[in-house]
């Protein structure tokens, strides 16, 4: 089962614009992270953000995380072609040192040129 | 390596047959996870290890999959007697430990005809 689902399953953007994807998730979480997958490749982890932060901004990209609604969002300013993937939230519910991460159904970006 | 490496890149199998899916992880991690992805959809978590202690195996769909990691780095995921409900991506990730975020490999597709 999943425990993340991403909102929206599909988004089409002119290139320049900027993109957000939401992610709602079930359980408490140790911390939560965005991966992206180009098609037919594996995935690519692009930032973690600890329960305990709120914000965390890497290049780009600029993820939130709100506890409280067990809710997250990535932005991806100024998009770029490049851009066009699938991106995942994951969510580590913190069992253990290393505990398996959980990944939700994913949102597909398509940046038009 | 620097990365992940699975192999085969592509497999396909008759119904019936027995597959073995290989992961070299990088050199030094500590945890090994492997994930089950169908078409559309987030990756599906099968199985952990730390070191070559399969900690977790909850997410095994059936008796017919297996996975070993005997010396604690090469992994192998065996399926037996293959059903068409198999067909997908199955993708191998390591990690150190702490989970500062999965590396993973571009994963094998393996259709089952």
């Known amino acids: 089962s999943q425990q993340g689902e991403e909102d929206p399953q599909a988004l089409s953007i002119q290139e320049g614009e900027n993109a957000t994807m939401n992610c709602s998730y079930k359980?408490?979480?140790?911390?939560l992270q965005w991966y992206r997958q180009n098609s037919g490749r594996g995935l690519v982890h692009l930032i973690l953000?600890?329960?305990?932060?709120r914000e965390k901004h890497s290049g780009r990209l600029r993820v939130t995380l709100d506890t409280s609604k067990k809710s997250s969002s990535l932005l991806i300013t100024a998009s770029r072609a490049a851009d066009t993937a699938s991106y995942f939230c994951?969510?580590?519910?913190?069992?253990?040192?290393?505990?398996?991460?959980?990944f939700g159904s994913g949102t597909r970006l398509s940046i038009r040129p | 390596g620097a990365g992940v490496s699975q192999s085969p890149r592509y497999k396909v199998a008759k119904r019936g047959q027995d597959v073995a899916l290989r992961c070299d992880p990088i050199?030094?991690?500590?945890?090994l996870f492997w994930y089950q992805q169908a078409l559309g959809q987030g990756p599906e978590f099968l199985t952990y290890?730390?070191?070559?202690?399969?900690?977790?195996k909850s997410g095994l769909p059936s008796d017919r999959f297996f996975a070993e990691r005997p010396e604690g780095s090469v992994s192998t995921l065996k399926i037996q007697r293959t059903q068409q409900e198999d067909s997908a991506v199955y993708l191998c990730?390591?990690?150190?430990?702490?989970?500062?975020?999965?590396?993973f490999g571009s994963g094998t597709r393996l259709t089952v005809v």
């Open positions: 990730a390591s990690s150190q430990v702490g989970n500062y975020g999965y590396t």
């Open positions: 994951a969510t580590d519910p913190g069992y253990s040192s290393a505990s398996k991460i959980i």
């Open positions: 290890f730390q070191n070559e202690a399969q900690l977790d």
């Open positions: 359980t408490s979480i140790n911390n």
């Open positions: 050199s030094g991690h500590v945890s």
């Open positions: 953000i600890r329960s305990n932060e």
